[in-house]
């Protein structure tokens, strides 16, 4: 790729993929790299020996990527042993009927829903055998904490499964580890269950897409509103319990064509005083049928965001910076500043930096493991349950980390020609298990062009320019989950 980037304020900078570092160019080395352009009389001997030191530490090398593809049975039991989530499909009931659920009227991509509840001995069965890996020496965190997250359909349908999940992990006493829990849940058993929630310090997240008619599609078996009953709930827990609602509940609010990412905001704050995260709806698995009407209700969070700007440029700062603008600057700190590490060891490791793995699909089971109700294990909540890597099935768990470690390495080699050739070889965000197939060869639709990488530096340049203050910001609040 060519190194010089220009901004919308035509400032000059170089981008080095070797050293991953950003330089402002002034005139005068601009002169002295483009010497043919110009009279040799303009050339300033300063900067022609700028540009020679520059040459002899390698700044406008291309840097090398090596891909690890092969992944071992040892790593997946490794990633199991330090798992930072356990995921917990307790009911597939709900009490709700919303018109955009992921396991609605609208997607093909999950098991029928058949009103079951998951089963303790199920639940027992997963949780002893991840219990023999956080006792192991496959297990290398120190005072790890995982975080069991109880979903559903509607969690709170099946407390008796919550509770006795609970009850037995804290009873597992394994050194160096602890446990906390959270849940999603659309809060119209709130009232009957929060006692408990309050006492094992949950962290929840509601769904409430603003007031009465933004959350229109809401709607209970009947097609009836459920916003009273919900904000009377949530109501209650606030004045019953204040603090724990201030430090442990966060609202998410869904974006449709009933509401906006402004609207979302200033109903939730109004009513509750906590500031909502916003989604868009679900894009993956839409029924071929129903393309044209889920088209009708879909909002784009960028689009409505920027409307929001321009109404209230402040509501930037009230959404903590979550803004797709101020999040795409993140994203290139994070992945081309350089002065960046994961954690300790690749500070010091520098091998470990050189290396890897194409994509960026989470390793099998690094950050979550996905229970469903019907016994299926999945690396993640938020991919189809067709991408299934195991399964518990009457009291026994079918889990082969030897052919999971297979699977994810034929995945890698389906994609690697794609990554091979593109600029996002080290930072990409794609998930393998979104992506279609084509001739034996996973089709990526994001691969990123020389062209396309100058474009998104002179963006980010812009942004830094523009926003001065932001750099010290971003990098103090906003947290990678």
């Not at 009957?192 to 897409?209: A, G, P, Q």
């Not at 509501?315 to 992945?335: G, W």
């Not at 989470?362 to 294990?377: A, D, Q, W």
């Amino acid at each position: 790729m060519e190194t010089s980037i220009t901004t919308e304020h035509k400032h000059w900078y170089m981008y080095s993929d070797a050293i991953r570092y950003f330089l402002y160019v002034p005139e005068k080395l601009r002169i002295v790299m483009n010497q043919n352009d110009y009279d040799v009389a303009d050339v300033d001997d300063y900067y022609m020996r700028k540009l020679k030191f520059l040459q002899d530490h390698h700044f406008f090398d291309k840097d090398e990527v090596c891909f690890q593809i092969e992944y071992t049975e040892d790593l997946v039991k490794q990633n199991m042993a330090c798992l930072r989530q356990l995921l917990i499909e307790v009911t597939d009931k709900c009490n709700l009927k919303c018109k955009y659920c992921g396991y609605g009227e609208f997607y093909s991509n999950y098991d029928r829903r058949e009103t079951r509840n998951q089963t303790f001995d199920n639940v027992k069965v997963l949780i002893d055998y991840l219990a023999n890996l956080w006792r192991s020496d496959y297990n290398i965190s120190h005072n790890n904490t995982v975080t069991i997250g109880f979903y559903g359909g509607e969690p709170l349908l099946n407390m008796k499964l919550i509770r006795e999940t609970i009850t037995y992990v804290e009873g597992l006493h394994i050194a160096n580890l602890k446990f906390d829990y959270n849940m999603t849940t659309n809060a119209m058993l709130l009232d009957r269950c929060m006692d408990y929630l309050v006492e094992k310090d949950f962290t929840l997240l509601i769904s409430l897409d603003g007031d009465e008619y933004q959350s229109g599609y809401r709607v209970d078996k009947h097609g009836k509103s459920s916003f009273a009953r919900v904000a009377g709930n949530i109501q209650k827990l606030k004045d019953t319990y204040p603090e724990f609602f201030e430090k442990n509940v966060r609202f998410n609010a869904v974006l449709h064509d009933r509401n906006s990412v402004e609207e979302c905001y200033k109903s939730i704050y109004g009513l509750f005083g906590k500031k909502p995260r916003v989604s868009e709806l679900n894009t993956s698995g839409i029924i071929p049928e129903r393309v044209e009407e889920f088209v009708r209700m879909f909002n784009d969070k960028t689009e409505s965001f920027k409307t929001a700007l321009t109404h209230d440029p402040d509501i930037k700062d009230d959404f903590e910076m979550e803004d797709d603008a101020s999040l795409a600057y993140h994203f290139m700190i994070m992945n081309y500043g350089g002065n960046r590490y994961s954690d300790y060891v690749d500070l010091f490791d520098s091998d470990r930096n050189g290396k890897y793995v194409p994509t960026g699909t989470c390793r099998p089971f690094e950050r979550k493991l996905f229970l469903t109700v019907n016994g299926k294990i999945l690396p993640c909540e938020r991919i189809g349950q067709e991408c299934a890597i195991a399964r518990l099935s009457d009291g026994k768990l079918y889990l082969d980390c030897s052919a999971v470690a297979k699977y994810y390495s034929s995945l890698y080699k389906k994609i690697i020609k794609s990554c091979v050739h593109c600029n996002l070889k080290k930072s990409c965000g794609q998930c393998l298990f979104l992506l279609k197939e084509k001739n034996g060869q996973l089709i990526c639709p994001g691969i990123e062009t020389d062209a396309k990488l100058r474009e998104n530096f002179s963006a980010f340049l812009t942004y830094a320019e523009n926003n001065p203050g932001d750099y010290e910001r971003l990098l103090s609040s906003i947290i990678v989950a």
